[in-house]
């Protein structure tokens, strides 16, 4: 069972450690053709409103639910007090499990590895027509 203290906690942080590796490496790449962070910009505009959009809705969803579940507490356990402090930890768990800023995050870095990976097959795409102009 001792091991399993270790281990877990050193598992998790050697995969933060990773995570963090792989992001450093992603963000050093080279960004690419002036028309290619154009195209960039463009889809991260569109990546961004279309999250905001989604923790917009989300946010309402949660509001009217926990609402909903704070009132029927309150309700059946005749207790306003538990009815809200119920729909309190309701919100606060819905915000924590959505995980707000690891969306932003991961879009940030996506869009980034994406344009890594544009700039590295458009290199494999001019080495390839540069064979066969030969």
Do not use: C, K, N
Request: hydrophobic fraction near 60%; aromatic fraction near 14%.
């Amino acid at each position: 069972m001792a091991l399993v203290w270790l281990t877990v906690p050193t598992s998790g942080a050697l995969a933060v450690a990773f995570a963090l590796w792989l992001a450093r490496d992603v963000l050093r790449r080279d960004v690419g053709t002036p028309e290619m962070q154009r195209i960039g910009g463009m889809i991260f505009e569109g990546a961004m409103a279309f999250l905001q959009r989604q923790y917009r809705t989300i946010a309402i969803f949660a509001v009217v639910t926990s609402v909903v579940v704070g009132v029927l507490v309150g309700i059946f356990d005749e207790s306003a007090e538990h009815g809200i402090l119920t729909a309190v930890a309701f919100l606060v768990v819905a915000w924590r499990y959505h995980g707000t800023f690891s969306g932003w995050i991961y879009l940030e870095l996506l869009i980034e590895l994406l344009f890594a990976l544009a700039l590295f097959g458009s290199f494999w795409a001019a080495v390839i027509a540069e064979r066969r102009r030969r």
